[in-house]
Nanobody, 123 residues
Framework: QVQLVESGGGLVQAGGSLRLSCAAS????????MGWFRQAPGKEREFVAV????????YYAESVKGRFTISRDGAKNTVYLEMNSLKPEDTAVYYC????????????????WGQGTQVTVSS
């Protein structure tokens, strides 16, 4: 049974940094894509970043490009989202997700989801 457990969220001032972690378990993820999504109150869940586990290709939403970095540690089965220069509009619940095969940006195409971690950026 696949489990994704996020951690690292919290409250930070604008301009600050946070690193989110997603610990994955239950199977091997070598043929998976691992993504980060976020959902703010009253808004739809939106794509943030995704990485292919096997070749480490990465894709980012325009709104976070240059500020966020997604990475993975195969030995720890963990995916990270390094978030720098945070803005109040980055405030949301951040979710880790996994899907088989190639990376996509549509939440509906992901098979597995974590429980989410709250990120709050104060102005």
């Amino acid at each position: 049974q696949v489990q994704l457990v996020e951690s690292g969220g919290g409250l930070v001032q604008a301009g600050g940094s946070l690193r989110l972690s997603c610990a994955a378990s239950g199977r091997t993820f070598s043929s998976f894509a691992m993504g980060w999504f976020r959902q703010a109150p009253g808004k739809e869940r939106e794509f943030v970043a995704v990485i292919n586990w096997n070749d480490a290709r990465r894709y980012y939403a325009e709104s976070v490009k240059g500020r966020f970095t997604i990475s993975r540690d195969g030995a720890k089965n963990t995916v990270y989202l390094e978030m720098n220069s945070l803005k109040p509009e980055d405030t949301a619940v951040y979710y880790c997700a996994a899907k088989r095969d190639f990376a996509t940006v549509q939440p509906a195409s992901y098979d597995y989801w974590g429980q989410g971690t709250q990120v709050t950026v104060s102005s």
